[in-house]
Structures are given as structure tokens and as C-alpha cells.
């Protein structure tokens, strides 16, 4: 299933996607040339990055175009998203055993596998770099990419990401101007996000005061123990039943095992759920979220694998069972609940939490700036 404002004969873009591809362009103009766009989950970055691609290619006097990502569906979907945009193009993909950048025009890679000095040698003839979930280009890996490729040598790069935060800083260093930004609010007035509202789920036993904080938010390992010993899977459960109904939802957990348990949990309720998580058997990932879109399962769990590149605009509840300091994380995890769908009428948020912390916590109204 596709978005649903999306045309997929000519992915024309929107207002805004217009004016960050202008922003970007001019910005360039400028004494900078590492730029990045924040828009918020569901604004179509794939849509803006594509149509930038088509923009610039007639201008890099036959130099090609390198999209960098860092998982396999958000390759998957940029490679998909250039090709509806231009089919004339020649789309190459670079990841593990895929090579298929000598005659393409542009390339989509895995930073995994540009990591890997003989592979990021053998790409030449780069003209413009676009990263997919910039948040992550501070990595080591990232640094030493965009490095090989010009970044630091005047080559134009632009960033996407819908949260320019990183728990272990060192963005500054890699971007040197935001030249474009679009709050979650915006788009939900100007109609291209539905409605939102949000109800908490009140955990009596649950006692985030326990958790430590790290690198500025909540240890996973911990939030994970502090669930599972205050036994909030059936109250999470109950309050889905209650408030979401026949909604199709994600719930948004710390570890692998409380998105395991969780999905038990709901389940024995009566709402057929199934887990994913990051080390999960690619094919049964696969197969897992087919059964979703299917409506086979009405909710899936996860382990924070569901924050990028999870395209399913007609999830309608996003539950926040991983209590979090971080705006920018929980703007991901509320924005997969918030995509336009035909019959959907607004999104529902469940935030998990205890009866009373010194916490901190991000809540809905860090949905807008």
C-alpha cells in the first residue's frame, strides 16, 4: 500500500516538498554546502529528495547522484521512489551483494556496505550526496563516507531526517545549516496529517524512578525490567480494547522481550498482535508485516525497529510503551500514527506511564515546536 496522497504516475510534490527542494538549491548558492531538511514523519522525504535528484542532474554535467541509507526498506523505497519520479533514470542499488552502480545515474547504497573502503573506491563520478535519516550521519562510519566523497571538499550534500537530534551529539559538525523545517501542527492544519489526540495508560506498579538515565534518556534495559516487574502488558491491553478498538496500531517498546511479551498479551486479550524487532530473520520480518497489511494482525510490537522507514499509513494508534525524554523519539513513534488514510479519521496516541515520576517525559504536546 502506498501513501495515499501520493500520485504514483508523477509523485508531484506538495507546496512545501517545493519549497525545501528551493531551500536546499539557493542554500547551496551560500558559503555552505552540507545542508539538511527536517520534516516530520509522513511529509514524504522520499518524494522531496527524488524530485531534488531530478532537479539537479541536468546540472552536474553528467555526475551522478549517491543516496546514502542505513536500513533495507528505506533503500528499497528511495530506489522505488526515484523511479516513479524519473522512469527514465537509471536507479542502481549498492548493499551487501548488489553492485549496481557502473552506468547508473543515481545510486542508492547501505552505509554498511559504503563502509567498506574498496566498495565506497569503486563508486566514482559523485555529484551530489543525499542522507536518508541524517540524525545518524555523526557516526564514525558516516563521517568517513561523506569524507571520501567530498563532503568536506565543497560537494553539495543534503540531509533529510524528521528529528535533527542525536543522543551522542556531534550533528553540528557534520551539518552546517537547517535550511528547512516543517512542524508536525503544520501539516496536520493545512490537512496533509490527520488530527491527533492522545490519552495516557496509567501503570500503578510501574516505577520509572528505578530507571537510570543514559546518554539523556531512559536505559532500555531497564524501562524494559521496570514494565515487565509492574506487569503493564494486560493494563496496556485493557486500555487498547477500550480506546482503540478496531484500530490498527504499533506499540512502541524498550527491548525485544517486553515487545514479545507484549504481543502475548494483546493477543490472549483478543487482539491478534505479532513482535518485530532489529535481529529478527529477514523473512519473517517480512512475512510478519505482510500479515499487518493483510489486517491478519490488527497490532504490531516492536523493538524500536518501527521508528524509519515503516510505510503503513492505515495504522491509526501509535501506543508509547517506551516512556521517553527525547522530543525527537517520540515525534518518530507518534508520526507512524498520523499518516493520511481513506476512512481514517484522526490518530489516537496511548502513552504508557507510571503514577507519578521526576522523570521528565515527552508527551503529545512535543508533537509541535
Known sequence: MTELSDTPETFTPRPYQTEAIKALISGWNGPNNRLAVVLPTGAGKTVVFANLIDELLPQLNGARALVIAHR??????????????????????????????????VIVASIQTLAVERRRKAIENIGVIIVDECHHAAAPSYMTVLEHFGAWRGLPVAGFTATMTRTDGGLAEVWQDVVFTLDILEMIEDGYLCDVRGKRVIVDGLDLDTVRTRAGDLQDGQLGQALEDSDAGPVVAQAYREHAGDRAGVVFTPTVSTAQSMAETFTAAGIPAAAVWGDMARDDRAATLDRYRRGDVQVLTNCMVLTEGFDAPWTSCAVIARPTKSAGLYCQMAGRALRLWEGKKDALILDVMGASTRHKLASIVDLTG
Open 72 to 105: 533495507e526498506e528505506l533503500i528499497e523505497q528511495a530506489a522505488a521512489k526515484i523511479r516513479a519520479v524519473r522512469p527514465d533514470l537509471r536507479v542502481g542499488v549498492v548493499k551487501a551483494e548488489r553492485d549496481e552502480h557502473q552506468d547508473a545515474d
